[in-house]
């Protein structure tokens, strides 16, 4: 099986007619199955836009995007739907669940999109992923009688639920406490090792970064930089990813830098 998951090629997107704004400048990228990348960058970097093109929920002005093999150019709107739900899960900063639902109703909504139905084997599976992810007594839960952190843990179950080829998280942890970010992306990882899912995650925490096999950083609609974590050392690593650029818990303020580079 080929190894290649994503390969976008040129990708260029703008917004606007009159007056366009350039949002990607050509963006080349390519992720393998089994990766667990991180996307960083300042606000406005373009991080959001690329992960949308990568997630078939935009279209690039130009340039060509593959996914799993399919050229996502020929698909029709209709098409690309299927695709979406079919091969690519979301988890984003806000859940997005339905309020009126139980967390495993939640977790089933993409089966329905599927195939307008939810047979017992699916049903089985949203259930054990909802135990996997630690909710196992939160089943008949109503979404909005669960903790931020017990609403992002369904939202992942979800996104699990079709046996997706990748999983873009886009600042799954934007909501959520350093504790339950933490055990937000623990989570996140013990899947991406256990079950082989690949994961593009975007982030302004660099520390989550840090953890990534693969850090890949943007700036004004560009890659910048694209390098596999193993590859730096982790002080090199620190000083590339840390927002005050040192390495010495002494001359650093962020407490958590400090404990990280012991």
Known sequence: MDDMLIDGK???KDYGKAQKTRALHGVDIKLV???FASLIGPSGCGKSTLLSILGALDRPTEGTMMIAGHDLSGMNDLQLALFR???IGFVFQAHHLLPEFTALENVLIPSWI????ADSKRRE???DLLERVGLR???NNLANNLSGGQQQRVSIARALINEPDIILADEPDG???SEATEHIYELLRDINRTMGTTFLIVTHDRHIAEKSNRVIEMLDGRILDD???SDVSRDDLWKRLAPCNCKCPDTCTDDSHGQSAR
């Open 125 to 127: 599976r949203a259930v």
């Open 227 to 229: 390098y596999k974590t």
């Open 114 to 117: 599927e195939s307008g139905t």
């Open 137 to 139: 007594e939160r089943l």
């Open 33 to 35: 199955r089994g990766e």
């Open 10 to 12: 040129g990708l260029i």
């Open 175 to 177: 909501n959520l406490d």
């Open 85 to 87: 739900n079919k091969r």
